[in-house]
Each structure stands twice: as structure tokens, then as C-alpha cells.
């Protein structure tokens, strides 16, 4: 069994910051990407951003010099920096990863519960 928990949403004011982690458990042998994505009310899931063991990141095209995704490789967990923070960042955020788990050759796509982030004055 593997998951993904996510921690550090909340309320916070416009043009603030808000730290995102995301922590993998289980039968792990090993971790291939890792990444964030988003859900806003009344709107699809999309990418937030990406990043690989080896730590070649990727980010959607409206979050590049806002938001800077980061991994521990020895503790399994990926990181969101989020800065200046407005309204339409409020969405649920979710931690993704590509996981090979122990006495197992297949890949799984694993996803976390999801960590609300609220923008609001």
C-alpha cells in the first residue's frame, strides 16, 4: 500500500505565500516523478507542476516565477512554494507521483486526498 499526504493549505491573504508539502508512505522502492496539480471550483483538474527524481522540473505556463515545486528525496516528499497568492489560486491542490512499489515491477499513478488553499481577504 502507498499514499500521498498532503499538508500546509489554509487561509491566506492576497499577495501571500503558502508552503505545500506532500509526503509519500508505504511499500516504496522507488519514486519517478512527482508533481501538483489543481482543482478550482467549477473547473477541471490541471497541472500545477512537475518534478523528477533526478530534479528537471516543468510548470503550467501561468505559474512559472510564482510558484517553485522542490523534492527530499530521502524523505519521499515534494514541496510547493507559492507566492503572491491571489483569488484565482484558491483551488483544492493535489500531489501526484509515479511509484514503483516494493516486489513490484509495475509503475503506479498515486494521488493525495488533496489540501484546500484559500485566497481571501
Known amino acids: 500500500q502507498v499514499q500521498l499526504v498532503e499538508s500546509g493549505g489554509g487561509l491566506v491573504q492576497p499577495g501571500g505565500s503558502l508552503r505545500l508539502s506532500c509526503a509519500a508512505s508505504?511499500?516504496?522502492?522507488?519514486?519517478?516523478?512527482m508533481g501538483w496539480y489543481r482543482q478550482a471550483p467549477g473547473k477541471e483538474r490541471e497541472l500545477v507542476a512537475t518534478?523528477?527524481?533526478?530534479?528537471?522540473?516543468d510548470y503550467a505556463d501561468s505559474m512559472k516565477g510564482l510558484f517553485t515545486i522542490s523534492r527530499n528525496n530521502t524523505k519521499n516528499t515534494v514541496y510547493l512554494q507559492m507566492n503572491s497568492l491571489n483569488a484565482e489560486d484558491t483551488a483544492v491542490y493535489y500531489c501526484?507521483?509515479?511509484?514503483?512499489?516494493?516486489?513490484?515491477?509495475?509503475?503506479?499513478?498515486?494521488w493525495g486526498q488533496g489540501t484546500l488553499v484559500t485566497v481571501s481577504s
Open positions: 518534478i523528477t527524481g533526478g530534479g528537471s522540473t
Open positions: 508505504g511499500s516504496i522502492f522507488s519514486i519517478n516523478v
Open positions: 501526484n507521483a509515479i511509484i514503483r512499489a516494493r516486489n513490484s515491477v509495475e509503475l503506479l499513478e498515486v
